[in-house]
């Protein structure tokens, strides 16, 4: 497994011999460890959710089959869209914060380390109870969505529910935590000179993505508390015999699933900001104005939410305000693409996988926001709304935009993490497989949905002819899936044999790239002092700061030690919230005192070694 | 929290610890301040002849009461400017949060 | 913190434990305080999105006792103020004030509790339950949150005067006892907006 490559790899250097053993990443508070952990149960619930992508392809190659039932589609459609966006596209994400921000910055680990690997045994530990729920056969069924009153009690009379609203309300204090980590460290632990304005752009956008976590998650928390006490305790907050508003979920829902989508594409965006100058060897163009972009995009997001409610009967004057904000996010988002072209312009391009999947980013994310802009018009949302255009929109952006780009960012530090290169001709193939099913699985979904297919149901009439399309589709997922595999193998592969990756194989800017591959346990020897953006590609400051970075020193500087309570926290934090399914009043009370006590000992523990 | 150990000084007010911490007659000053603007608060709901202006005053004089909190309770005001931008980053949000379902709900007309 | 250590190893040119001068704690402290701002903002938005329109009693304007609800919201006011003075004598090394204000904090903490706690009772006694309405709902959940972070919060200070005790918090460690601080006085702020928002405003 890559888990020994990289210890091997880890071995090699200096004094210090990296831990090795299952109880060596139970307790880690290193947040390279943690940032593999985080890839790779996102890549494995990647597999979870692309299977039930492929169950329901299969399911629709034909109208009016039913291969499974009306439920079990339901399900499906539910826990794929639940996984890919809750369980893959969120932690792959953070696995490149928690891996890269820290060594872009100079930092020797992120601000609370324990809280990081709280974060993610609690991020893990909720997507597996959200799971649980396929082994009694009551998966959460009710959509990524869970709109009210599908998901009351009489609607929804099983368990289902249950599941979806507990392990997402866990989940939610993993991203909450992850996100106060990542502010405070990117506010208060940059290198000597390393000013905000001097950062590379994925730690800005991380930054950025950080403060959308922070605001939009407690929201969807407060609502999946309603949504939990109406089931369990009998509040009438969504109940309209009672005066409860089930438009009010839709609210409270989108007031977090807008920023939720900001926060899935900003991280990757962030990452090709850094990638295409280096296979550019072009500084970013307009690098302000990229950030500034990005914080207005963060900001804007905020007010666009009932475009997800057009079809709601808000009224005119409430619709008019969410499209003029719908379509004024538009700016700053396509600012950044004229960037990004403007920054490949007149440069040396090369291309590399992670150049191609950037440059696929470019074009495909390029037609999601153009259904985008289609959707902020209402009148428009009216003839689309729940039909296969919208799901063609957002797994353009989604997949094509956000997912792309992560993989770009694969390729590109894949390298500093292992000490070896990803295999190109194996990327190659990645790409282009990815590429092909991709498009052919989504493209043709544009006109099923405009001849009216609708979305979220196991069947289609034989009378919208859309049988083309389906089959289409179904046929670019299989290739999708193929792809997936691909990706794998050349992990897998390059992990224990792929050529030797140097400090900096793609000769690039960043402070990341002046430390050795893979990095020490604490990063940096010594903190180097920044004096611009692109320290390593300017003459006499590389050499200045490549004399600290790559020092052997003679005593390691000491970092926080392991420790077990973190994943005991989450342990005993899961099966809390997990017991509120019982309904019993003492039962949960009772939960919450181990919860008690762990976060004690999780809190009053020295982060350090003693004498430090 | 053991975090705190080697940031070496007094936690986080290290220099200019003495003037940057409020004399115990400052606190009770704000302490009187905010009993008072709570009394008033309460006069300006009994007394019938306030009603027309009842809620933008109840709003003022709370957002009033907010502010002597955060900035001198909670030291705000004496310290590093980028904890005010944080905080204000979450206080910002909610209030639009707030006020624009209270529009989408009580000022805009209903259709539905 | 990973960077301080860094600060007493090898780095000459690195004074400074962190960029802001402020500690990881009471920075990510704040941080997280304005996520506390949207949490009990979705909670306070839902209660105005449903005041006024409780399709049965009992109403607001039956059950409220302005009177009582001021005294208990003065309380928790005061209590803020013991909360700085307990700072204040723990910068100062004067341990046993410390704890005493501490253990005000605790005490007022705990007469709103109770105070409050009855005028729960007095509401159920009147038919209001949490699933009596959209008001019931909407109030017992905004304000029972609101009680479990006073609780919590009680608890924390009590942990704090403990270790206090124990000589574990010296002025250098202040920031322990400031971050409950900053906690605490959120939670009086939360009230203050709760008190005119629902209490007061018709």
């Known amino acids: 497994m890559s888990t020994a490559t990289i210890e091997q790899a880890h071995a090699g250097h200096g004094a210090h011999t990296e831990p090795t053993g299952l109880w060596s990443w139970i307790t880690t508070v290193d947040h390279k460890r943690i940032a593999i952990m985080y890839f790779l149960a996102a890549t494995f619930f990647f597999f979870v959710g692309g299977v039930e992508a492929l169950l329901i392809r299969i399911q629709l190659w034909n109208p009016e089959q039913a291969i499974f039932s009306a439920e079990l589609y339901n399900q499906l459609f539910t826990m794929h869209g639940t996984t890919m966006v809750f369980l893959v596209a969120m932690p792959m994400a953070v696995a490149f914060f928690n891996y890269v921000v820290p060594l872009q910055i100079g930092a020797r680990d992120v601000a609370f380390p324990r809280l990081n690997a709280l974060s993610f045994w609690i991020f893990l530990f909720g997507g597996i109870y959200i799971n649980l729920g396929w082994f009694i056969g009551a998966a959460p069924h009710a959509s990524w969505v869970g709109y009210a009153t599908l998901t009351s009690t009489a609607y929804s ?40 304005m001097r950062m590379p752009l994925f730690t800005w956008m991380t930054f950025v993505t950080s403060f959308l976590l922070i605001t939009a998650i407690p929201v969807i928390a407060v609502a999946l508390i309603f949504l939990g006490f109406d089931r369990t305790f ?26 939720e989508v900001y926060i899935l594409i900003l991280p990757s965006f962030g990452v090709i900001s850094d990638i295409i100058p280096t296979f550019s060897k072009k500084p970013l163009f307009g690098y302000p104005i990229v950030v500034y972009a990005g914080i207005l995009i963060g900001f804007i997001g905020w007010g666009v939410w009932s475009h997800h409610m057009f079809t709601t009967g808000l009224g005119p004057i409430a619709d008019s305000f969410f499209v003029a904000a719908t379509m004024i996010i538009a700016i700053p988002t396509g600012v950044k693409i004229f960037n990004w072209i403007a920054t490949m312009w007149g440069g040396t391009i090369r291309f590399t996988t992670a150049m191609l999947f950037c440059i696929g980013l470019l074009a495909v994310f390029t037609v999601g926001g153009l259904s985008g802009i ?22 353009y952006v989604i997949v094509g935009g956000a997912m792309m780009g992560l993989w770009a960012g694969l390729y590109y530090w894949f390298p500093k993490v292992t000490g070896r290169l990803l295999n190109e001709t194996l990327g190659k193939w990645h790409f282009w497989t990815t590429m092909v099913g991709f498009n052919l699985t989504f493209f043709p979904m544009h006109f099923s949905g405009l001849y009216g297919m609708p979305r979220r149901i196991y069947t289609y009439s034989a009378d919208l002819n859309v049988d ?13 899936g193929i792809s997936a595999l691909i990706m794998v193998w050349n992990l897998w592969h390059s992990a224990r044999k792929g050529d030797t990756a140097g400090a900096n194989p793609w000769e690039a800017a960043t402070l990341e790239w002046s430390i050795p591959s893979p990095p020490h346990h604490y990063n940096f020897p010594e903190l180097p002092v920044i004096r611009s953006r692109e320290p390593l ?3 006499g400051e590389r050499e200045e700061v490549l004399a600290v970075t790559m020092l052997e020193p003679e005593t390691e500087p000491v970092m926080p030690v392991p420790s077990y309570w973190p994943i005991l926290l989450a342990l005993s934090i899961t099966v809390a919230w997990g017991l509120v399914m019982t309904g019993i009043w003492w039962v949960i009370v009772l939960g919450i005192l181990p919860v008690f006590f762990c976060t004690l000992m999780w809190a009053f523990e020295p982060a350090f070694p003693e004498g430090h | 929290m053991s975090q705190t150990t080697p940031v070496t000084g007094s936690g986080s007010d290290a220099a200019g610890h003495a003037e940057k911490q409020g004399s115990v007659a400052l606190y009770i000053w704000i302490g009187a301040i905010l009993a008072v603007l709570t009394f008033v608060e309460v006069a300006v709901y009994l007394i019938d002849a306030f009603e027309a202006v009842e809620v933008p005053i109840l709003i003022i004089l709370s957002t009033v009461k907010l502010f002597l909190v955060v900035m001198y309770f909670m030291h705000l005001k004496m310290d590093h400017r980028a904890l005010t931008w944080l905080f204000l980053s979450g206080v910002v949000l909610a209030v639009f949060m707030v006020s624009a379902l209270v529009v989408l709900y009580h000022v805009l007309p209903r259709f539905a | 913190m990973a960077q301080a250590v860094a600060a007493s190893a090898h780095d000459a040119h690195d004074p400074h434990a962190t960029n802001t001068g402020v ?3 009471k920075l990510g402290f704040w941080v997280f305080l304005a996520s506390e701002c949207l949490f009990f903002g979705t909670l306070i938005s839902t209660y105005m999105v449903y005041k006024g329109s409780a399709l049965e009693g009992p109403y607001p304007a039956e059950l409220f006792d302005i009177i009582k609800t001021t005294i208990s919201t003065t309380v928790l006011l005061f209590s803020s103020l013991a909360m700085v003075l307990a700072l204040h004598y723990v910068h100062e090394a004067r341990k046993n004030l410390a704890i005493l204000w ?12 109770v105070m409050e706690y009855f005028s729960y009772i007095k509401y159920i006694g009147y038919g209001l339950t949490i699933g009596s309405s959209t008001f019931g709902s909407s109030y017992f959940v905004l ?48 009230w203050i907006v709760i008190f005119t928002l629902v209490y007061l405003i018709p």
């Not at chain 1, 099983?158 to 939610?172: A, Q």
């Not at chain 1, 289409?472 to 999708?480: Q, R, S």
């Not at chain 3, 501490?102 to 509790?113: C, D, R, S």
């Not at chain 3, 609780?151 to 920031?175: E, F, Q």
């Open chain 1, 157 to 196: 009379p099983g368990l289902n529910t249950d599941f979806w609203f507990i392990g997402l309300s866990i989940i939610g204090i993993a991203s909450i935590a992850g996100g106060v980590n990542f502010i405070t460290t990117i506010v208060n632990m940059r290198a000597p000179g390393m000013k905000m």
């Open chain 1, 234 to 259: 009998g509040t009438v907050f969504f109940d309209p015999s009672m005066g409860g508003d089930p438009v009010l979920w839709q609210h409270l829902f989108w007031i977090f699933g807008h920023p």
């Open chain 1, 374 to 395: 289609m959707h902020a018009a209402a009148p428009i949302t009216l003839q689309q709304h729940d039909s296969y255009f919208v799901v063609a929109h957002f797994h």
């Open chain 1, 468 to 480: 083309l399309f389906n089959q289409l589709a179904t046929i670019g997922a299989f290739i999708f």
């Open chain 1, 537 to 539: 590609w300017n003459d």
């Open chain 3, 23 to 25: 500690s990881n704690f």
């Open chain 3, 102 to 113: 501490l253990f005000a904090v605790i005490a007022m903490g705990g007469t709103f509790l």
């Open chain 3, 143 to 190: 304000t029972g949150t609101h009680k479990a972070h006073v609780a919590v919060g009680m608890i924390w200070m009590a942990i704090l005067a403990w270790r206090l005790h124990k000589g574990k918090i010296p002025p250098s460690k202040s920031d322990q006892v400031e971050v409950a601080g900053l906690y605490w006085h959120f939670v009086d702020i939360i």
